[in-house]
């Protein structure tokens, strides 16, 4: 079993950064693909970023190429995601999730693990 609890959501205006934290629990999470998605109210929850276990591969969205960054500290059994160049589209809760395995994937049904969300508001 393992918890996730994100953090470093808020409120930002436009143009603006962020970067949210998860801290997993337990041992093993060097042998956790790991994921961001987010999710506005009634629509389905989106692939944000992903990265593998030992984090030398990683993928992203389309709509947030070239301005977030997930990156991994398996010593500190934490996942980041750096969030740049902030637009009031990227408004959303934002969840991290946890996989056995080294591969990542962007379908939220792969993730065994979720977070409790962190919200995040960008202003215009």
């Known amino acids: 079993q393992v918890q996730l609890v994100e953090s470093g959501g808020g409120l930002v205006q436009a143009g603006g950064s962020l970067r949210l934290s998860c801290t997993a629990s337990?041992?093993?999470?060097?042998?956790?693909?790991m994921g961001w998605f987010r999710q506005v109210p009634g629509k389905d929850r989106e692939f944000v970023a992903a990265?593998?276990?030992?984090?030398?591969?990683?993928n992203y969205a389309d709509s947030v190429k070239g301005r977030f960054t997930i990156s991994r500290d398996n010593a500190k059994n934490t996942v980041y995601l750096q969030m740049n160049s902030l637009k009031p589209e990227d408004t959303a809760d934002y969840y991290c999730?946890?996989?056995?395995?080294?591969?990542?994937?962007?379908?939220?049904?792969?993730?065994?693990?979720w977070g409790q969300g962190t919200q995040v508001t960008v202003s215009s």
């Open positions: 337990g041992r093993t999470f060097s042998t956790y693909a």
């Open positions: 990265i593998s276990s030992g984090g030398f591969s990683t």
């Open positions: 999730a946890a996989r056995p395995g080294s591969r990542w994937y962007t379908n939220p049904y792969e993730y065994n693990y």
